[in-house]
């Protein structure tokens, strides 16, 4: 089975769980003895494969591609002229690949910055279209004036598409309510985690993502508010970048606690590591979330976890505690029952490593392959 997989982003370059799940996805899928060819734009970093049947494609110039330094006002100028740039050159550098080396089995794109490469490839050489929904507009937006523009070009990339997968059963009911999509055509597979070893666990409460409307990080820190009152101690770090972190600077200002919250701007892979290891507990309090990696990676490293309900993770996942992402009193009683009750605390982190065993990338794979089998 050959498949051409076109992504945004790959490791060394990552922004997100896009890169994560395409790296973890991508790897599994040549250990089965897929050949995938996975075409993604040029960094200053190149991106390599250790893989026999896994091989990286770029495409285009680093000049071209501002994404890579997503926080440069640089990207807001250039970037949906950019996306339209790669997706042709992508277009191009397949089908060279097609007249060289002979059809694909099947195309498989990622989220809407792929798209129109996908639809132009199926529409001319015939190839079955798979499209992963990570993330919607809707999801993006916080569901606060979503872009009309990006709506319509998920919703063509989804009725093109010969099949889809969602990362979770909350983003198809998205797909299906939103979009007029058929669910029969949709077809859920979770997202999976590398396990982190775990470290000493200081005094930490986390969160870590990116700095947007949708991750909830501003409810994050009134949760810290009234933490604070009852542990003083306590240190919450921010870890991430976004175009909000002026705005929660401020917050935390505001809110007296700028002595006890860390921002750390953004974190090398190791230094993710090693925050997920260290803290005590992990808030993923995201206002409308697909899925959420972060969750995963931080109960794989012994921290448990608070996620709001609107995830994809939440549905996913038992060892957990859960709360309405706007409801800072109980996300309050929640951390501080944590780190007072320490059999509550040894029991999700004993019993949530044990069922991180069930997330896995080769299950994903699994799954993935099943999808291909069914439009080949």
């Known amino acids: 089975m050959r498949i051409a997989m076109i ?13 994560t799940h395409c790296y973890g996805l991508t790897r599994s899928l040549s250990d089965k003895n897929v050949n995938i060819d996975f ?10 494969s250790d893989k026999p049947n896994l091989k990286i494609i770029e495409v285009g110039e680093t000049e071209v591609f501002p994404y890579d330094r997503p926080d440069s006002k640089e990207i807001g100028g250039n970037f949906f002229e950019a996306v339209y740039y790669y997706n042709s050159l992508v277009v191009s550098k397949v089908e060279e690949n097609i007249k060289a080396n002979g059809k694909y089995n099947a195309i498989h794109c990622h ?11 199926k529409e001319k050489w015939g190839i079955p279209l798979i499209l992963t929904v990570h993330s919607t507009e809707y999801d993006r937006s916080g569901w606060l004036y979503p872009n009309q523009w990006f709506i319509d070009i998920e919703r063509e990339g989804m009725q093109k598409a010969d099949r889809i997968i969602a990362v979770s059963h909350f983003t198809k009911r998205v797909c299906v309510e939103k979009y007029g999509i058929n669910p029969n055509k949709i077809t859920v597979v979770h997202n999976a985690v590398y396990p982190i ?31 604070k009152d009852f542990e003083p101690d306590i240190k919450f770090v921010v870890a991430g970048t976004g175009d909000m972190l002026p705005k929660l600077i401020s917050q935390a200002l ?19 590591k090693h925050i997920y290891g260290i803290s005590s507990v992990y808030v993923m309090p995201s206002v409308s979330e697909p899925f959420g990696i972060t969750a995963l990676e931080a109960i794989s490293a012994g921290t448990p976890t608070i996620t709001s309900k609107t995830t994809g993770f939440s549905e996913a996942f038992s060892n957990c505690l859960r709360v309405d992402f706007w409801d800072t009193d109980e996300m309050a009683n929640k951390i501080i029952s ?14 949530g490593k044990r069922e991180i065993n069930l997330f896995t990338w080769d299950q994903v794979a699994d799954k993935t392959i099943d999808v291909y089998i069914g439009v080949i």
């Not at 989220?111 to 490839?121: C, E, F, M, Q, V």
């Not at 930490?204 to 810290?224: H, N, W």
């Not at 809110?255 to 230094?271: A, C, H, M, Q, Y």
């Open 7 to 19: 992504g945004w982003e790959y490791p060394p370059f990552k922004a997100g769980g896009l890169a």
């Open 39 to 48: 075409y993604m734009p040029k960094t200053k970093r190149a991106a390599n």
């Open 111 to 121: 989220d809407w910055l792929t798209i129109k490469a996908g639809i132009s490839l």
């Open 197 to 227: 070893d775990e470290g000493h666990k200081k005094e930490i409460i986390l969160f870590l993502g990116r700095l947007t409307i949708q991750k909830g990080a501003e409810f994050f820190l009134k949760a810290a508010r009234k933490v």
């Open 254 to 272: 505001d809110l007296k606690i700028s002595d006890s919250v860390i921002f750390t701007g953004r974190l090398t892979d190791d230094e993710v």
């Open 338 to 351: 944590l780190l007072r009750y320490d059999s509550l605390h040894r029991t999700l982190a004993t019993e």
